[in-house]
């Protein structure tokens, strides 16, 4: 079973239930208290059958303090074609739900159901000789009634073959183990690298044990595991000397016993030529790089020794992996965040206030938590349009107020100069990588008229930063009133044979070829009048002193409607099928900058 999407309703602050996809790698941002964590809380609880929630949990419903009188969680999960025949259902998703109140708790599945209420429980955990009475009296022919299993499949046939209701059956408990599984990483408000050792330990503590190797007595049993996993930390030596190259040695011995399960002793390094030292009494900057190979580390445990028996989905959540961490820090952990998402039955969530992290995937994979009257109110965005991207992009990073900085350190900046520049590259970027120039740490920037957005580019580029342009080609020719002339460029420190794309034969527009147009105008632009377009009507204006001008009047003019350079940008680019099919300048500065954003440092 693989959770797709999830929703819960009544647990603390989330009182009004939305889907929340799970995507390979899911960001949840927002701000402090918002219901990142309680999310999360209520996924692993919701996972986990034997898990309840606290009488705290319950929402809280009036300033009288008192509690909603139940708790609901569902799931929507793509099933195995076995798990499909065990439920007796056809496709997927199938719909789990988890009720929860302060005398019962529930788990189960929608489906059609008899409309007699004996029939809609796991009919595995009900006795024999009840299941026979009730194959008794419905007539149910059994054809072995000494065998619980052959009365209980004899009954699930005849179930098939009766009228039935949509409606809510038990979850079989035989298929709990099928459960996704999943580990909260929590961070706390300090860097706490020996924490995440042992939550690391004890991860691969529960992964081995399930293993084969461990079928001897129990010391036997448990001198094996705590050899096992110092041989985990062997893997985590060397790492820390590449972070840390004054360090010799690392000291950490795992203990486990049946009586207390997994434990750990004190995380203590060696420096060369010295004595001890206990990394808790150590400065943020040192905890800060074993934090770094920690999570490297992390990365070499879950692949070098994957569960055999575990389930078909692993959830792995990081809450905050970058907190207290600079901005290259927090990208070489998300790098490595990624690594461990790989396994295709790897899913991860990272909860984040970082947009140097949200950059990196793309926005339909952020979800939004915001706290409205102490209630949580969550935001997604369903599509790829520029424009919702860029409304979402500022919802996010106006209620952190971190813009700026995030401008100030990204990897690559692809300055343009006007409207159907800015609306086309997106889409253009995407058809190129199959991502957003955010995704890729590409930030566009529009300089249209703008002094302000070439001294931002120059800043930028004085101090190091990776800026590139893609200027209309007559910038060259007809320099008067533009600020990205040669001229200009050349006097802000800006190489014209590295960092400049001029476009087009005069500009960007008209880069595109006269096919490409009517195509455009064809799918997007229906003329008043209903007449068909003509390949000539672009054709003629090539002798334009100004086609981008020109063809804009010529849309306005046959279509009555207000169509700008937005949307002539926007709907140029989605009317291309191919990579080929972009003009070689323009592919060349998509390709670059890409290339420039994503260089191993």
């Not at 070499?300 to 959540?317: C, K, M, N, T």
Request: hydrophobic share 35%.
């Amino acid at each position: 079973m693989k959770l797709e999407k999830f929703k819960v309703e009544g647990f603390r602050c989330l009182e009004n239930p939305e889907w929340i996809p799970l995507s390979k790698i899911t960001i949840f941002t927002g701000q402090n208290d918002g219901g990142k964590t309680s999310v999360l809380d209520a996924l692993a609880i919701f996972l986990d059958p034997k898990a309840q929630p606290d009488a705290e949990d319950y929402t809280i419903r009036n300033e009288s303090g008192d509690r909603v009188e139940s708790v609901r969680m569902d799931g929507l999960f793509k099933l195995s074609a076995e798990e499909q025949a065990t439920l007796g259902v056809a496709g997927s998703p199938l719909h789990v739900r988890r009720q929860f109140s302060s005398t019962s708790s529930t788990i189960t599945y929608e489906t059609r159901v008899h409309s007699d209420e004996r029939f809609r429980r796991d009919l595995r955990g009900v006795s024999i000789n009840e299941l026979r009475t009730l194959a008794d009296e419905f007539q149910i022919e059994l054809l072995n009634r000494a065998s619980k299993d052959g009365v209980v499949t004899d009954i699930l046939k005849w179930l098939r073959e009766q009228p039935l209701v949509q409606g809510w059956l038990a979850f079989p408990s035989a298929l709990y183990s099928s459960l996704p599984e999943m580990k909260i990483f929590e961070s706390a408000e300090a860097l706490n690298p020996e924490q995440e050792i042992n939550n690391t330990l004890r991860s691969s503590f529960t992964t081995r044990i399930r293993g084969e190797n461990y079928s001897g007595q129990m010391n036997q049993i448990s001198h094996q595991i705590e050899s096992d996993m110092r041989h985990d930390l062997d893997l985590f030596i060397p790492i820390v000397k590449r972070y840390c190259p004054d360090i010799d040695d690392v000291t950490i011995n795992p203990i486990f016993d049946y009586s207390s399960g997994f434990r750990t002793s004190r995380l203590l390094l060696k420096r060369s030529g010295g004595p001890l030292i206990d990394l808790q009494k150590e400065g943020e900057g040192r905890k800060r790089r074993i934090t770094l190979a920690v999570y490297e580390w992390r990365e070499q445990i879950f692949s070098s020794h994957p569960d055999p028996e575990g389930p078909d989905q692993l959830i792995l959540a990081f809450d905050e992996p970058d907190t207290h961490l600079d901005y290259l820090s927090q990208r070489k952990i998300f790098e490595i965040i990624k690594k461990i998402g790989q396994p295709e039955q790897t899913n991860v969530i990272v909860c984040t206030h970082s947009l140097n992290l949200i950059d990196r995937i793309p926005l339909t994979d952020v979800i939004h938590f915001e706290l409205e009257s102490r209630k949580t109110r969550i935001r997604t965005i369903s599509n790829e349009d520029p424009q919702l991207i860029d409304l979402f992009m500022y919802q996010i990073s106006d209620a952190m107020g971190l813009r700026n900085s995030v401008m100030l350190n990204e990897r690559c900046f692809l300055v343009v100069e006007g409207l159907s520049e800015i609306n086309a590259l997106p889409v253009l970027f995407n058809l190129r990588y199959g991502f957003s120039p955010q995704a890729a740490g590409v930030r566009v920037v529009n300089g249209e008229g703008g002094a302000g957005a070439r001294l931002f580019a120059k800043f930028l580029n004085e101090n190091r930063r990776i800026v590139i342009f893609m200027v209309d080609s007559d910038t060259q020719t007809s320099p008067k009133g533009r600020y990205f002339t040669p001229e200009s460029l050349r006097a802000d420190g800006i190489d014209l044979e590295r960092q400049v794309h001029f476009v087009g034969t005069r500009e960007f527009e008209d880069a595109f070829s006269d096919a490409t147009w009517l195509r455009t105008a064809q799918n997007y632009w229906v003329k008043h009048d209903g007449s068909a377009w003509a390949i000539d009507e672009f054709t003629a204006l090539r002798s334009s002193e100004n086609f981008s001008e020109d063809l804009v009047a010529l849309v306005r003019r046959s279509t009555h409607k207000m169509i700008g350079k937005p949307e002539i940008g926007y709907h140029i680019a989605r009317s291309l099928n191919a990579t080929s099919e972009v003009p070689h300048q323009i592919l060349s500065c998509i390709e670059q900058s890409y290339s420039a954003a994503n260089t191993s440092e």
